[in-house]
């Protein structure tokens, strides 16, 4: 998670760590936002990006390697190049 961070941040991009996707539309009540991206597992990304819908908040989302939500890990290379092209 830090190196990801890092690149969140080199990139100028905020990064948070949340337990689920309703946390996300807390975060933009005191933030603004053009974009949202999910790092998440398949059912998250997909509520994450319902729950946006309509906000004009532009959602992407990057599955899990792995099934569920617990002990898994992403692929790195698609993170930062999602990072790089919506900078």
């Known amino acids: 998670m830090g190196k990801l961070k890092e690149d969140a941040k080199k990139y100028g991009y905020e990064f948070y760590i949340v337990t689920g996707s309703s946390f996300v539309k807390n975060i933009l009540r005191d933030r603004y936002a053009d974009g949202v991206l999910v790092i998440a597992c398949d ?12 906000t004009g908040i532009v959602t992407y989302g990057i599955p899990m390697l792995n099934d569920g939500c617990y002990n898994t890990c992403v692929d790195y290379e698609a ?8 900078r």
């Not at 059912?43 to 309509?54: D, F, Q, V």
């Not at 993170?79 to 919506?86: G, H, K, P, Y």
């Open 43 to 54: 059912y998250e990304i997909n509520k994450g990006m319902r729950s946006l819908a309509g």
């Open 79 to 86: 993170v930062t190049d999602t990072l790089e092209m919506f």
